[in-house]
Nanobody, 120 residues
């Protein structure tokens, strides 16, 4: 079936940048919709950004203009470039794939998550 493996999380100061990567393997690598969700302590998991294999994108209002999702179909990898980070962006970020709807309403496959902490 395959898996999703994230990398790139860490600790950054407010205003800083981070780039997350997620490599898909197996049958997941051919899925149309891939994206990033996040979950902060005490909050529900929320969609951050999603992208189709054709390059259509969808963003949460809270990250528009600051985050950019991109994808390399050849490498079966999706990226999340996060700029102008704020403390409220602190969360565990999950790579996901497999929604059959657009914009995505749910995903079938999930990575293990990577922690992003924005703090001075």
């Amino acid at each position: 079936q395959g898996q999703l493996v994230e990398s790139g999380g860490g600790v950054v100061q407010p205003g800083g940048s981070l780039r997350l990567s997620c490599a898909a393997s197996g049958s997941i690598s051919s899925t149309n919709v891939m994206g990033w969700y996040r979950q902060a302590p005490g909050k529900q998991r929320e969609l951050v950004a999603a992208i189709t294999s054709g390059g259509s994108t969808n963003y949460a209002d809270s990250v528009k203009g600051r985050f950019t999702i991109s994808r390399s179909n050849a490498k079966s990898t999706v990226y999340l470039q996060m700029n102008s980070l704020k403390p409220e962006d602190t969360a565990v970020y999950y790579c996901s794939a497999g929604s059959t709807r657009w914009p995505p309403t749910g995903m079938n496959y999930w990575g293990q998550g990577t922690q992003v902490t924005v703090s001075s």
